[in-house]
């Protein structure tokens, strides 16, 4: 799911997670707008000022920004759009003046030093961005604020003391929190990463959060080496599909684990497509058939586990002596229950992995 550009489509907190649609091949005007000594106009961005459930607590506020003169902001029609691509994301909402008559107005920081003003183009909404907004995440900015960790966005200005980035670059954030669902925003320079402007834009906009995510757990608990197998549950999700696309250029074998839907098979055939060895269902796992899998292949070192419950107990029981299941995600909202037997008697190693702390931990430059 994804918030673009301009938000337009978001009518009523009801129906906020509804109405939010993919910015597909719209990279929307180029950064020339932009005037220092333009009268400030309004920009929406999607807030909340307490944790709650997000349809009811995330509100669509209007920042002052320079980008456009209050005029030209009265004279745009509803179904006027910007950038000549026709989608959403450029259009401005038919009711946005009723919408915001009652809304609190932020102005947006002017630019300077080393700020970098930059125009959002795409962001995704994550599991972790609704745990934020409901306060059970293990990272909370301070209220109210903007949601939405990860997207990416055009730089439009930049500060005098800016060295690495210039108007045009796209760039992501690099640290959770920033707040990525709105038009504009200034931050300053180490908040930012550049990446390429030559990948696809959905690309672009979860670059930052999943494959790190399932690189880094590949890398870091166990020595794998090729040939060898690692089995994960959720492997549907973006970082499951991360996975075990590092994983079969690592030449790394993969166990992957899904819920059983009517279309099995056209997941199945999506997910071997992208490298996959094995996929199989959540009834499948706890069959007694599934000793015949390690027939032909070993018992997978590394378990990767982001939905915890019975699936997290599954995965134990089929990973080797000695061997290890990280645990980033808790979709079932249910505890890993682990086996005294297969603590003691396979010596298994329980870890667990976020990627917000990792980067804590580690400076740029010392990465291996």
Not at 222 to 238: C, H, K
Request: net charge positive.
């Amino acid at each position: 799911m994804w918030v673009c550009s301009t938000l337009w489509r978001v009518r009523t907190p009801g129906r906020l997670w509804r109405r939010l649609l993919p910015a597909s091949g719209c990279h929307g005007p180029a950064a020339s707008y932009y005037s220092a000594s333009a009268e400030p106009a309004r920009v929406p961005a999607l807030v909340y000022g307490h944790h709650g459930d997000p349809a009811k607590v995330v509100e669509m506020t209007v920042l002052k920004s320079r980008k456009m003169s209050p005029e030209r902001w009265e004279s745009w029609k509803p179904e006027e759009t910007q950038g000549g691509c026709g989608c959403v994301q450029h259009t401005k909402p038919p009711a946005t003046k009723e919408l915001c008559s009652g809304l609190k107005n932020l102005e947006l920081a002017a630019v300077g030093g080393s700020d970098v003003l930059v125009k959002m183009l795409a962001a995704p909404i994550n599991p972790s961005d609704i745990n934020m907004i409901q306060g059970n995440y293990g990272l909370l900015p301070e209220l109210p604020a903007v949601g939405g960790n990860e997207g990416v966005a055009q730089v439009v200005a930049v500060g005098s003391s800016v060295t690495r980035l210039k108007p045009g670059d796209w760039v992501i954030p690099a640290t959770a929190g920033l707040g990525t669902w709105r038009t504009e925003a200034v931050f300053s320079e180490e908040a930012l990463i550049q990446v390429p402007n030559d990948i696809p834009l959905e690309s672009a906009a979860t670059l930052g959060v999943n494959p790190c995510t399932a690189y880094r757990m590949l890398m870091d608990f166990e020595q794998l080496q090729p040939g060898d197998s690692v089995i994960q549950n959720a492997s549907n999700s973006g970082v499951g599909q991360a996975v075990i696309q590092i994983a079969a250029a690592l030449d790394l074998r993969t166990i992957n684990v899904v819920r059983d839907r009517p279309d099995i098979q056209k997941l199945t055939d999506r997910l071997k497509s992208l490298g996959a060895e094995h996929v199989i269902t959540e009834e499948e796992l706890r069959r007694p058939e599934m000793k015949n899998l390690f027939k032909d292949m070993p018992q997978p070192r590394l378990a990767l586990n982001c939905v915890g419950g019975k699936s997290s107990t599954e995965l134990l029981r089929h990973l080797a002596r000695g061997g290890t299941m990280v645990t980033y995600g808790g979709m079932a909202k249910q505890p890993v229950i682990a086996s005294v037997s297969l603590l003691i008697f396979k010596d298994l190693k329980l870890r667990g992995f976020w990627l917000s702390q990792w980067k804590k931990d580690h400076s740029p430059g010392t990465v291996p």
